[in-house]
């Protein structure tokens, strides 16, 4: 009966050689393969996601504003993100529509309660005819106010007004261009 290698008597120092190199070869790849991360993940993500959202804001039962989104993210912090634009229509006491806002993107920061909408921002004075464009604009719907300090485009029935920064009511009702750079007059007639 044959015995094994390892047990005959002929064994050599090169089988003894080989399997101290197999062996050591084993346990440097066993210590350098990669590690696993046992920690738990912490998901950051969103909370919630709102699809077709209106958010009301009321004082004393009476709307003030309406928003609307085709998307809200709620997330951790219980800030809001609005990655698809909104609409904001404002609202004078009787229900009528002082004003409206579009922006391509929003976000809401519950902290300060304050909106920051931007990418071809758009506010509408529906009474006056004024028509205020920027990229970027902040809304604070407590304080029923909206400012930028970006440059701003501001048409009017009779006027194209350029500046940088400005402060207005919510509902554009008044406004104050805060750097004025130029008024162009705009002469409806004139074309006919």
Do not use: H
């Not at 920690?39 to 004393?60: C, H, M, R």
């Not at 970006?150 to 919510?170: D, R, S």
Request: contains cysteine; negative net charge.
């Amino acid at each position: 009966m044959k015995q094994p290698f390892f047990v005959n008597k002929y064994f050599n120092l090169k089988a003894t050689r080989f399997l101290y190199l197999a062996t050591i070869l084993y346990i440097v790849a066993c210590d350098s393969a990669p590690q696993k991360d046992e920690s738990p993940q912490i998901y950051t993500g969103p909370l919630s996601k709102l699809t077709d959202a209106t958010i009301l804001y009321s004082d004393s039962a009476i709307i003030k504003a309406n928003v609307k989104a085709e998307e809200i993210l709620d997330l951790q912090n219980e800030d809001r993100e609005v990655p698809k634009g909104m609409f904001i229509t404002f609202y004078e006491k009787d229900g009528t529509v002082s004003a409206t806002l579009r922006a391509d993107y929003a976000y809401y920061t519950k902290k300060e309660d304050r909106w920051k909408a931007t990418g071809n921002v758009i506010v509408n004075n529906i009474a006056n005819k004024e028509v205020l464009k920027t990229e970027e604009l902040y809304w604070e719907p407590a304080k029923e106010d909206v400012y930028t300090e970006k440059f701003v485009k501001i048409e009017t029935p009779g006027e194209l007004m350029t500046g940088t920064g400005l402060k207005a009511k919510q509902d554009f009702s008044e406004w104050t261009l805060e750097k004025p750079e130029g008024i162009i007059d705009v002469n409806e007639d004139e074309g006919e």
